[in-house]
């Protein structure tokens, strides 16, 4: 791998980093692709080729993990999740949230998690964690190793 290669993964990683720290925050191609140093354009094409999905798939992922511990616990409506996770729309939320999931989020806030709770939060986390396509640079969990 080159020099140029590894500082363009270094820049990506610093993005997905603000993305996996910030998911709250409202984040757009634009800020992330500064974050990276690259233009948007090419931050885009480039975080799809390192890590198998576009920047704003990866966003809504992190955030619908987030989303789903919160309903875990119950305290909070559909609404009031939606809007901690970073969305500001209920409806977009939602779709996303079924699409990824395969059930709506009342649905999944409704269903028994007291199996969970003996869990640790990391592994939780990492059983919860809603599936999505591997890294192409194997950094994914459940990447072929190289």
Known sequence: ???EKLADLARLRRARDLMNREYA???DVAALARAALMSPAHFSRQFRAAYGETPYAYLMTRRIERAKALLRVGDLSVTEVCLAVGCT???SFSARFTQVVGETPTGYRARDHRDLVSVPGCIARELTRPSSAPSRIGEAPGAPAR
Do not use: E, N
Request: glycine share 12%; net charge positive; proline share 22%.
């Open 1 to 3: 791998m080159t020099p």
């Open 25 to 27: 925050r409202p984040l």
């Open 89 to 91: 729309s209920l409806g």
